[in-house]
């Protein structure tokens, strides 16, 4: 009994302490998995790395599988948040020198993270998140979205998605993502004009100031399915690329925008040419038509600019007053808030438009484009600077009985050539201005700030008629080329000049040194013509102020725009300018 009585013991013992076991285990298991949760989420409250970081995630596809099959014990769930908004769709990329250029389908809203990767091995995968640097709209149907340069060894095929959002890991390894196309060849954009596509274009060096042979250029239009359409170049000019339209787009155009294009050409000895086509980004865009009943602006202004937004009130604002009817803003990447300065102006009745321009160095393409797109609202358009301001000598002093002497004088000067069947270009002389002896940015603006200037003037700023430039749109900043039978008129000082205000403070001055927008004028970090008219005399390479900054340039005084401005645009009780209260709104 003893023996039995033992054994029964020995059986409860076994079916009580098994269950024991098996309780300590769970709680043991759900200690261990609610330490690593807590773990995950320090990583991810951002306590344990900078704020332009996140952590890098390295693991397999096949473990990637895995661990984004059981949500709560993924480390990416790290990345997760819990919205149902759709995943951003990146469709190019431009790997540019100091930042990674995507373009994403629609128009994004909420916050954003740029996602990288770096391959470790044959199915290994490393990923890092960092906040993307600005998101802004590109066209009706796209986005743009800056991204830091990739670090270490991680790709240049940087995607995007929301913050704290999860993206398709197992996807992204799976498929194929295109690397970034350099900024410097690369096919940039698109436009229809009639029957033929415009295309703008780095990477072809053509010849720079004239124009090339087209004859060994082509279009490439893809048209879905994995075919395409190619049509032969019709006219070159330095980065502007005429080609005619297939049949089937030109027949219904309408239906021809997002089609890519893209531009081949042929390389290596004429005898057994090699066809190659540059990567592209452009898709054709269509310009929406105008109305036959509405009535063209006599004068319409276009410009470049990059980080420029406080001094474009004063620029539109006396400008409009000289008679200028319609304002079209290619911004280069300005992030100093212009966005809202345009819409300020434009709800203000001044029809100032942005055209975000991201492409870098390509300021004689931006005009060719901005030649295209004004050409359906404009007689004329001036192409010319926001430290560029034009005064008229003997309208300024003409005194009548009732408002201020010279007002719409632009559009007078204009409107008295706009049926010639000569002259298709007016161009103006500039002076260039100086510090003025100033040490700080005038708060007046500088048109009664900068009173002294060289006595000679340096180049000239064009007005064209849109409709009769050549069919190249070939144009070195300054003027363009003109249609055969056409040709500029070069205006007397004595009636028009312009007051450059080249030479600003040092402060605002030394911005030059960042990026000049031109084509072909040479960065002023670069070692190369230091004795051009494009450079500042006597500077280096580097935005180090030389002594006397503030007393050069200075030749001739010249205070008769700002006795001018001073006297009819002031308030009377302030004493403020038009473009000051307009800063204070």
């Avoid at 149907?141 to 670090?151: E, K, M, T």
């Avoid at 004028?521 to 013509?529: G, K, T």
Wanted: a positive charge; glycine letters at 6%.
């Amino acid at each position: 009994m003893d023996s039995e009585q033992r054994r029964k013991r020995k059986r409860l013992g076994r079916s009580y302490s098994l269950p024991a076991k098996c309780y300590y285990l769970s709680r043991r298991s759900l200690l261990l998995f609610f330490s690593f949760f807590v773990f995950l989420l320090f990583l991810s409250s951002g306590r344990f790395r900078t704020a332009s970081f996140r952590p890098v995630i390295t693991a397999s596809s096949t473990t990637l599988s895995l661990l984004s099959s059981t949500a709560h014990n993924s480390v990416l769930d790290s990345f997760a948040h819990r919205n149902d908004a759709p995943p951003v769709k990146v469709q190019d990329r431009v790997l540019f020198p100091d930042h990674v250029l995507l373009i994403a389908a629609g128009r994004l809203d909420g916050e954003l993270d740029c996602v990288y990767r770096r391959f470790n091995g044959s199915d290994e995968v490393a990923f890092a998140v960092k906040p993307v640097l600005s998101t802004e709209a590109y066209d009706d149907a796209r986005s743009i979205v800056r991204c830091p340069l990739p670090f270490g060894n991680y790709s240049s095929a940087v995607d995007l998605r929301r913050r704290g959002g999860k993206p398709d890991w197992t996807a992204r390894i799976n498929s194929t993502v295109d690397a970034a196309s350099p900024w410097d060849k690369v096919v940039y954009e698109a436009v229809i004009d009639d029957d033929t596509a415009v295309v703008f274009v780095k990477g072809l060096n053509l010849r720079p100031h004239r124009k090339s042979d087209p004859t060994r250029l082509t279009c490439h239009f893809e048209i879905g399915g994995g075919f395409e359409l190619a049509t032969q170049a019709v006219t070159a000019a330095q980065e502007v690329v005429r080609c005619l339209l297939p049949k089937s787009i030109s027949n219904n155009p309408d239906k021809a925008s997002g089609i890519r294009v893209t531009i081949g050409y042929n390389t290596g000895h004429p005898r057994a040419p090699i066809h190659v086509t540059l990567p592209s980004v452009a898709t054709l865009h269509s310009p929406k038509p105008r109305l036959v009943k509405e009535k063209k602006h006599e004068l319409c202004a276009c410009t470049m600019l990059w980080n420029q937004a406080p001094a474009l009130s004063e620029w539109i604002m006396y400008h409009a007053w000289l008679g200028v009817e319609r304002w079209f803003i290619y911004d280069n990447n300005s992030d100093d808030g212009i966005e809202e300065v345009v819409s300020d102006l434009d709800s203000q009745g001044y029809n100032v438009t942005r055209q975000s321009w991201p492409w870098i160095k390509t300021q004689e393409a931006g005009f060719s484009h901005c030649a295209l797109k004004a050409r359906e609202e404009c007689t004329w358009v001036g192409f010319f600077d926001v430290d560029e301001f034009f005064y008229f000598p003997k309208e300024f002093r003409k005194r009548g009985k009732t408002g201020i002497p010279g007002e719409n004088s632009l559009g007078k000067l204009v409107s008295n050539f706009s049926n010639s069947p000569t002259f298709a270009e007016l161009r103006i002389d500039c002076h260039s201005f100086g510090p003025s002896g100033l040490s700080s940015h005038p708060s007046q603006g500088v048109t009664a700030g900068y009173t002294c200037r060289l006595q000679s003037p340096e180049r000239h700023k064009s007005i064209v008629r849109a409709d009769l430039l050549d069919v190249t749109l070939l144009n070195v900043v300054h003027h363009f080329r003109l249609r055969e039978g056409f040709r500029h008129l070069n205006v007397p000082e004595g009636i028009a000049v312009i007051n450059h205000y080249k030479y600003q403070v040092w402060e605002t001055f030394k911005a030059k040194f960042y990026r000049r927008v031109a084509t072909y004028v040479v960065d002023w970090q670069e070692d190369q013509n230091q004795g051009s008219k494009d450079r500042a005399p006597g500077l280096g390479t580097e935005a180090i102020e030389p002594p006397n900054w503030r007393l050069r340039f200075c030749e001739v005084w010249d205070t008769r725009l700002k006795d001018f401005v001073l006297t009819y645009f002031a308030d009377p009780s302030t004493g403020s300018l038009p473009w000051e209260r307009a800063q204070l709104r």
